[in-house]
């Protein structure tokens, strides 16, 4: 399976649009306690890309900033019609946005090779027996980056 790229997403009402021009960097499960806020869910899957790989192309996205979990100040994006949560960044800016994988049109492809903030987890969650857990905010992302990219979703 090969994934063809730009990947498409947008809102739940359709007003806000985007578009990934590159391979996600990773894909993650985070279940820190403002995931579960902001979903509603018990946790989000995050597909992680390069800042310059994503762009709005339509509607105007609402921001939010909050405090996270690992204590970095997070923006998120949002579309102010209908509420969905797109997008998040850090500030100061790190390079890479943390995209809420939901909201792609085809999420067909989309497997986390991992999860992070497990000790928040909801305590009925199981977890598969190779998928690489991290109690917290990973120092780095290395070993979840590795991962995906031997499930050979994207051409390298
Ligand atoms: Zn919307
Ligand atoms: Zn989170």
Redesign the pocket.
Known sequence: MSVALPLKG???????RYEISAAPVTVAGCHCTNCQKIGGGAFAVNAMVAEPSFRFIA?EPKEIEWTSDAGNRRIGWF??????RIAHGHKPGTGIFSVRAGTLDDASWVRPAGHIWVKSAQPWIVFAEDDILSDKQPADFNALVQRFRSFGIFPQ
């Open positions: 947008g809102c739940q009402c359709g007003g806000l509607g579309c102010g019609d209908c509420g969905s």
